[in-house]
């Protein structure tokens, strides 16, 4: 058996009851539990793998601190490719019981009001890793190392001035470049 005490397969946690103890929870979480992370992974993710620290503030708040990944395909808009991406989220995140504490909380934190004792572990992550997921599939969209291997390749102002594709070997090669391109461009 993995993980902390009482979740079984439900994957809701008692934060607070965490925090009294200073436990953590670690598992696997399947991406299903996940609506809105399924909807922009679909298919192509499985799980998460979630590590949470919880333990109390000096002020007795709920604190939850830890990291939350996955792997999934992302789509290319440059090159049509489907890359795999690993998404990885910090969490750093007080469990309150009322939105007066949130405000209350210097601005700047993580908040999650929760009025349950129990509550889904999507609630405490989800936003976290939309917010690191990546928009692209290849990591840099305008610097796409398969676009002139794909089958679609956006005609763009960068690409209308390059006469060679073998200056597109490295990424620095790109990026100066793209500079070139500028420089002469913008008279
Ligand atoms: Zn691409």
Excluded at 12 to 37: C, E, H, M, Q
Excluded at 150 to 162: I, K, N, V
Excluded at 167 to 175: C, G
Aim: charged share 25%; net charge neutral; proline share 6%.
């Amino acid at each position: 058996m993995r993980g902390a005490m009482g979740i079984g397969r439900s994957f809701l946690l008692d934060p607070r009851a965490l925090a009294r103890s200073g436990k953590s929870w670690a598992g696997i979480v399947p991406v299903g539990r996940f609506d809105r992370l399924t909807r922009l992974a679909g298919a192509r993710a499985t799980a998460v793998d979630v590590r949470l620290d919880f333990g109390l503030d000096d002020q007795g708040r709920c604190r939850a601190r830890g990291s939350a990944r996955l792997r999934t395909g992302v789509p290319c808009q440059r090159c049509a490719r489907t890359v795999g991406r690993a998404v990885e989220a910090d969490i750093d995140l007080f469990v309150l019981a009322s939105e007066a504490e949130a405000r209350a909380l210097t601005p700047g934190h993580d908040t999650c009001v929760v009025t349950d004792p129990r509550v889904p572990i999507a609630e405490l992550i989800e936003d976290d890793l939309l917010l690191n997921f990546p928009e692209h599939g290849c990591e840099d969209r305008d610097a796409c190392p398969h676009a002139r291997l794909g089958a679609y390749r956006a005609p763009s102002p960068e690409c209308a001035g390059e006469s060679s594709d073998a200056r597109r070997d490295s990424p620095f090669a790109v990026l100066q470049g793209l500079a070139a391109t500028q420089d002469s461009g913008a008279g």
